[in-house]
């Protein structure tokens, strides 16, 4: 990852004091949602993260209830979002994010140190199993394609059932999307110069797949009011 998003994901987090109590799961979940970089200024924010909410409920509900899986680790966990849903569901859960403070917030939430390890994601320890290994939004902010591939195969080895790689901006709508990025916002390329977010073909997945002779599977994001979505895709490689 650069420089610049280095300093951005390392900031976020400073002296965040958490509290669960009194809370329901859903304004937990904002809560930690918004220190991953979910803070946009939105006309309707409740529903915004609503629908991130309810999203991630009903994968990782059929994820137990379907698939069987029992245990899931996130890469980029953050904050602990994800981490703190699939604990509240009676899934045995593990992280890895580089972010010293992002990481020390979900060490709270999760009320376990030793669940979250600090590290780069290409270093991802392959050696314990887990049923699901998944990733929320972060190949975008690793330094190229190439980089996103082998933390893939990592990713691929440590699980046991499934891969799940979400929010993944898709290459084909490359120059769509950057206009519409240009168009919102004012100095654009002057304000985000340095913070590029990389593409990804579907075709490495998919090449991907057909190598490590796993089942593939694509699905559009659905949030009306997440103005990203569009350009974005979901991929789950489901292991023999």
């Known amino acids: 990852m650069n420089n610049k998003w280095k300093e951005i994901w390392n900031a976020k987090g400073t002296d965040c004091k958490i509290s669960l109590s009194g809370k329901s799961e859903f304004e937990v979940y904002r809560e930690?949602?918004?220190l991953d970089g979910y803070d946009v200024s939105i006309e309707n924010e409740e529903a915004y993260y609503k629908k991130f909410y309810d999203s991630a409920v009903?994968?990782?509900e059929d994820m137990k209830n379907k698939m069987g899986v029992c245990s899931a680790y996130e890469v980029g966990c953050g904050?602990?979002?994800?981490l703190y849903l699939l604990k509240n569901r009676g899934i045995e859960v593990g992280g890895i994010d580089y972010s010293e403070n992002l990481a020390g917030v979900a060490r709270t939430v999760l009320e376990e140190e030793k669940l979250v390890q600090i590290g780069e994601a290409v270093n991802l320890p392959t050696d314990t199993k887990y049923d699901m290994v998944f990733s929320d939004g972060v190949f975008a902010y690793f330094p190229d394609e190439e980089y996103g591939m082998t933390v893939l195969?990592?990713?691929?080895?440590?699980a046991r059932k499934v891969v799940v790689i979400s929010e993944v901006f898709d290459k084909d709508r490359q120059l769509e999307c950057e206009k519409h990025r240009r168009e919102m916002i004012d100095n654009y390329d002057e304000?985000?110069?340095g913070l590029d977010k990389v593409f990804y073909k579907r075709e490495l997945f998919t090449q991907f797949a057909d190598k490590h002779q796993c089942t593939?599977?694509?699905s559009k994001v659905e949030n009306e009011y997440y103005w990203n979505s569009k350009y974005l895709f979901h991929c789950y490689l489901y292991k023999a």
Do not use: Q, V
Request: proline share 0%.
């Open 32 to 34: 930690l949602k918004r």
């Open 58 to 60: 009903i994968m990782f």
């Open 79 to 82: 904050s602990g979002a994800n």
């Open 153 to 158: 195969k990592k990713m691929y080895d440590k």
């Open 191 to 193: 304000r985000y110069e």
């Open 216 to 218: 593939i599977k694509f």
